[in-house]
């Protein structure tokens, strides 16, 4: 946590900021003080270009953004409610904790709003076929989902040790239609299957749209994935002065990539009463070195496309992040959250696994809610957040704290099972033959071969 | 393109056009399999009828490369390879033959040691300038000063996407020669040269380009044969390096020599240079 004069300064550069009557909001892209751009090959530019033009267009064209509501409502079952945590709250120091329930929508998590978004964009420029990296699953999910509502073609990405790690998402994705590329580059995982659906992109440009599943990457994928990620925050602050009659003392997000984070900081930049946190995977702890804590250690570099902060080696190399959950092991970050941390609207801190598994199985025990990996970061920034928030305070429940509860956490019953030594060593859930391991079919076997061998055709 | 300072690039080029031909261009990455290999392999690409050579620096996530040089990439990288390792190569190769040396790079390696330091150091080994397969001009304000400052070229891409906007900006950004991506995809040896490749260049010098250089799937001397009678230089990756995997330099010297016998011409003559 910052001590308190770190953080009064930063208050003040915020402030200052703020009065000085810029907002915060809407920075269009394509650079965020001297992050973003578009570090990218020629050959992706005018794709890029293609890109951005439509979105322009759609995000003014009233008939583009009904069409966005509609499927916000009646698919994905938005507005996402906004919860107390009555129990939970007893232990951030007795602040009041509202989760935002982005874990309700349909495919689990916040993922949906921006597949939707894009895939409908795909559609308007005339696109047949999407392709999407995925870290844990959730992203490829909701993109063969997307594609498979709106008639796309879909390829996902992932890594081939994270395929291992998510069968069942894998099997999710085939089922809902969509081919699944395993990745054996480099780490195998998210970020080199970014790399692979780079190049499937590159060669493929005419017929294909990328559907980039975080706020990172190039110029105008960070403006265009808050864009679609906005309706969070909107809601969220709708919903916290319906119930509290006042807006929260602080909101709180998990930080990967950083796409449900600037979706619900979003609407609350320009109000300086509210502090905003973003949580990094602190991984083993940041002094280990295995983390994926790019804010709090990284550098600015280049990566997919993006200026941003970094997790590179004194070569340039890029370092491979670590974290327990999938979905935050990425090792930069969306490079508007590099510049909201330049400028101290926003602090960034590390979460450790321990402390993320921590607030996870809490959240379980005093609310009912099993919540993702990734959004267990969140849970965890908040109870220290609450517990220095209310501190000294004689009325601590005057303090209101947003979580974004960014997903639900089916996919982690088997990570949060081995955590808490709940199996025996056959991968059984100890006193029982109920094995949390998939049986892996033949079916699904030739399947991932044959997709390797058709994304490596052109290569030979 | 920004012509006023000289350029090794344009002068090798020019070379290989004062004898009716265009130029070849080989690529190999610095450190695969070591150091001392590299050089080696650039000389005798340099001895065995290549014009320029284009040495890679092994990067962590190289976007814009096939299978074959992401394999030797990440192996060189695997065995230890430290970017700064590239001017010794350049300075090897520069140091016994007088073949223009490139060094073509993804962007973070050069931020991460610093523009200018990068720049120097590149200079000071005798290169001829950078390639830069994920940077654009739009990007690229660091990169003009430092050029500029230490005489290197700026060797930027142009791909049949391009507009005719970004040709045109791209080839006035561009010193040395421009470097035309045949196809729209990665790097990678192909059956056939795309047809898109003719068009690119034709556009590419309609654009202001005197000198334009086609790379990306370019991996047999038909191949070569087709593109020396549009393009002012061919640019051969992929196959030298699977050539430098399977049989080392004496393969990459043989490749080297079928290759340079695309550009129709004695290379029993040509390139003979023992010494700079």
Redesign the interface.
């Known amino acids: 946590m910052v001590d308190a004069s770190t953080a009064n300064s930063e208050e003040n550069v915020a402030d200052a900021f703020l009065q000085g009557g810029a907002s915060l909001r809407n920075a269009p892209g394509p650079y965020f003080g001297s992050y973003g751009?578009?570090?990218?090959?020629?050959?992706?530019?005018?794709?890029l270009?293609e890109v951005e033009d439509t979105f322009e267009k759609a995000k003014a064209d009233p008939e583009f953004l009904a069409q966005l509501k509609d499927l916000n409502k009646n698919y994905s079952g938005r507005p996402s409610l906004l919860t107390e945590a009555k129990r939970f709250s007893q232990h951030a120091g007795g602040a009041r904790i509202f989760l935002k329930r982005e874990d309700l929508n349909h495919t689990g998590s916040h993922k949906i709003n921006n597949v939707l978004g894009q895939a409908l964009l795909a559609k308007r420029m005339g696109k047949t076929r999407v392709i999407a990296e995925t870290g844990a699953g959730q992203h490829g999910v909701a993109s063969a989902t997307a594609a498979a509502l709106l008639g796309l073609e879909c390829v996902v990405y992932m890594g081939a040790e994270d395929c291992r790690r998510q069968a069942l998402n894998v099997a999710r994705m085939q089922l809902l239609g969509a081919t699944v590329v395993p990745v054996t580059?480099?780490s195998q995982t998210l970020?080199?299957a970014i790399?692979d659906a780079?190049?499937d992109w590159?060669?493929?440009?005419?017929n294909t749209h990328y559907l980039l599943g975080t706020a990172a990457g190039a110029h105008p994928f960070p403006a265009m994935v808050r864009f679609f990620h906005e309706v969070i925050g909107e809601e969220a602050r709708a919903q916290i002065l319906e119930q509290t009659g006042k807006l929260p003392d602080a909101v709180c997000a998990c930080i990967g990539g950083g796409s449900n984070a600037i979706g619900i900081f979003h609407s609350f930049l320009d109000d300086p009463s509210v502090k905003i946190y973003g949580f990094e995977a602190g991984g083993d702890g940041v002094e280990t070195g295995r983390h994926a804590a790019a804010i709090t250690l990284g550098r600015p570099?280049?990566?997919?496309g993006a200026r941003s902060y970094?997790m590179?080696d004194?070569?340039?190399?890029?370092i491979e992040s670590h974290s327990i959950s999938a979905g935050l092991d990425y090792p930069s970050v969306g490079p508007e959250h590099s510049y909201l941390a330049d400028i101290g609207r926003v602090t960034y801190e590390p979460i450790t696994d321990t402390e993320a598994m921590d607030a996870f199985r809490l959240l379980c025990r005093t609310e009912g809610i099993i919540p993702a990996i990734e959004s267990s970061h969140a849970l965890a920034g908040a109870i220290k957040v609450g517990k220095q928030l209310t501190e000294g305070k004689e009325n601590p429940a005057d303090t209101i704290i947003i979580v974004n509860l960014s997903g639900r956490g089916d996919k982690d019953v088997e990570t949060a099972a081995a955590w808490f030594d709940m199996l025996d060593e056959n991968g059984n859930v100890k006193g029982t033959t109920l094995s949390t391991r998939k049986p892996k079919g033949p079916s699904e076997r030739s399947n991932l071969e044959i997709s390797t061998e058709e994304a490596?055709e052109?290569?030979? | 393109m920004t012509e006023q300072m000289s350029s090794k690039s344009a002068a090798a080029i020019d070379r290989a056009k004062a004898q009716g031909r265009a130029a070849l261009i080989g690529y190999l990455p610095a450190g695969y399999p070591d150091v001392q290999s590299s050089i080696d392999a650039g000389i005798a690409m340099a001895r065995n009828g290549a014009d320029l050579i284009e040495i890679g620096i092994p990067?962590?996530?190289?976007?814009?490369d096939?299978?074959?040089i992401?394999a030797a990439t990440?192996e060189a990288?695997a065995n230890g390879f430290?970017?700064?390792s590239v001017f010794d190569v350049v300075a090897g190769i520069t140091a016994a033959t007088d073949a223009a040396v490139l060094v073509m790079t993804y962007?973070?390696?050069?931020?991460?040691?610093g523009v200018d330091e990068f720049s120097r150091r590149l200079a000071e080994a005798g290169g001829a300038g950078l390639i830069t397969?994920?940077?654009?001009p739009?990007?690229a304000a660091e990169w003009f000063a430092a050029s500029d400052k230490y005489g290197l070229d700026r060797v930027?891409?142009?791909?049949?996407?391009?507009?005719p906007e970004?040709l045109a900006m791209?080839v006035e950004a561009s010193r040395g020669f421009v470097y035309a991506?045949s196809i729209?995809?990665?790097t990678?040896?192909?059956q056939s040269v795309s047809s898109a490749a003719e068009k690119v260049v034709a556009d590419t010098h309609a654009a202001g380009a005197e000198r334009v250089c086609v790379g990306l799937g370019v991996s047999t001397a038909d191949h070569v044969r087709e593109i020396a009678a549009y393009a002012d230089g061919v640019i051969v990756g992929t196959a030298l390096v699977a050539a430098i995997r399977d049989g080392g330099v004496d393969a990459v010297a043989q490749l080297t020599k079928n290759l340079s016998a695309g550009l129709g011409r004695d290379t029993a003559q040509a390139h003979n240079t023992a010494q700079a």
């Open positions: 751009g578009r570090w990218m090959p020629e050959s992706l530019i005018a794709a270009d580059n480099g970020k080199d790399n780079l190049r590159v060669s493929n440009v005419d570099g280049v990566l997919h970094l590179q004194e070569d340039g190399q890029t490596s052109d290569q030979n | 990067y962590s996530d190289p976007v814009m096939g299978a074959v992401q990440t990288i430290r970017v700064a962007w973070n390696p050069v931020m991460r040691m397969p994920d940077l654009i739009d990007e930027f891409l142009v791909a049949p996407s391009s507009t970004r791209t991506v729209m995809g990665v990678g040896a192909r």
